[in-house]
Nanobody, 126 residues
Framework: QVQLVESGGGLVQAGGSLRLSCTAS??????????VGWFRQAPGKEREFVGG????????VYADSVRGRFTISRDNAKNTVYLQMNSLKPEDTAVYYC?????????????????WGQGTQVTVSS
């Protein structure tokens, strides 16, 4: 079992930066064996895959809408995955969630996550 907690959200002006953290508490299977994805959901919109990392952190993918502005990294020693968000735009405003799935693969999954955090609000003002 793994439980996820996001932190780092807040209010920022357009062009600013935020770093979100997703910290896991795991029992049994180590967090380092989980792929982790970041998702977001804006009011009235469907949840959107933002990006994700394989268990090793060697393979990372991003949605087209954030590529070049957002960076995902993980520190398995700290059971934490980060989402560095730069050049933020008002359209990045959403609740951001991290999610995990126990998967050892070189491919980053975009669906099928079965462990979710509670979400953290990111608001970008124009």
């Amino acid at each position: 079992q793994v439980q996820l907690v996001e932190s780092g959200g807040g209010l920022v002006q357009a062009g600013g930066s935020l770093r979100l953290s997703c910290t896991a508490s795991a029992s049994g299977r180590a967090f380092s064996t989980y792929a982790v994805g970041w998702f977001r959901q804006a009011p009235g919109k469907e949840r959107e895959f933002v990006g994700g990392t394989t268990w090793s952190g060697l393979n990372i993918v991003y949605a087209d809408s954030v590529r070049g502005r957002f960076t995902i990294s993980r520190d398995n020693a700290k059971n934490t995955v980060y989402l560095q968000m730069n050049s933020l735009k008002p359209e990045d405003t959403a609740v951001y969630y991290c999610a995990a799935t126990a998967e050892i693969s070189t491919v980053v999954p975009t669906t099928g996550y079965n462990r979710w955090g509670q979400g953290t609000q990111v608001t970008v003002s124009s």
